[in-house]
């Protein structure tokens, strides 16, 4: 099962997943990562997520 967001091709740290999401949404790609960052400290499971839509998102083309 895959999700129609793409990862990033050009805007990545790790993965270009965030990129990927900051790109589909028309995010600032900082802000969004600053936001997982903040929300990976609190109770969310950052890693376990963002490992679960790197698994699910479509690679970059």
């Known amino acids: 099962m895959h999700i129609s967001i793409r990862r990033s091709r050009s805007n990545y740290v790790f993965a270009g997943v965030i990129g990927g999401l900051a790109e589909h949404f028309q995010w600032n ?18 890693i376990i997520g963002y490992l679960v839509l790197w698994m699910l998102m479509e690679n970059p083309e």
Do not use: E, K, N, Q
């Not at 790609?29 to 903040?38: E, F, Q």
């Open 29 to 46: 790609p900082t802000i969004a990562r600053v936001l997982w960052v903040v929300l990976s400290l609190t109770p969310f499971p950052g």
